[in-house]
């Protein structure tokens, strides 16, 4: 199977700490995301968002700083048993957050869709919560 790497920058009008736990608290990403999140905070544990489409577990967490989870997406042309790493650093800038966001292991063939999706459901997102 071809993978490719999406890259992303994106800045929020928040604190590290605020988008680490809007990414990490079941609750706030419920809210975030305006669907079903249930998310570990243990290193190990699973995660899920989305009304559990988008699942996997917690690889490391560095509180308010850094967020890397094996990630899979349940979609027709995703491989079932096949899980992406995706990697959230969080850096304090003067105005709120720089998240620096890679996900490397997306399936050529989502690629476009699941680079999209981040832009749609979740940047475009974060930057309406944190007005």
């Known amino acids: ?17 605020e988008v680490y736990e809007a990414l990490m608290d079941s609750k706030k990403h419920s809210e975030l995301t305006a669907s079903e999140a249930e998310i570990s905070r243990e290193v190990g544990g699973p995660f899920s968002a ?5 699942h996997g ?5 560095v509180p ?15 491989p079932e048993d096949h899980f992406s790493k995706a990697t ?3 850096k304090k800038t003067a105005t ?18 699941i680079s999209e999706g981040w832009y749609d459901y979740y940047w475009t997102q974060m930057k309406t919560f944190f007005k």
């Open 1 to 17: 199977m071809e993978t490719k790497t999406i890259k992303q920058v994106v800045e929020v009008n928040a604190d590290p700490h």
């Open 50 to 54: 989305y009304d559990g489409s988008l």
């Open 57 to 61: 577990t917690n690889a490391e967490l």
């Open 64 to 78: 308010d700083r850094k967020i890397v989870q094996n990630w899979r997406c349940e979609m027709d042309d995703w």
């Open 88 to 90: 959230f650093l969080l």
């Open 96 to 113: 709120g957050t720089k998240i620096e966001f890679t996900q490397t292991g997306v399936p050529e063939e989502c690629f476009d869709e």
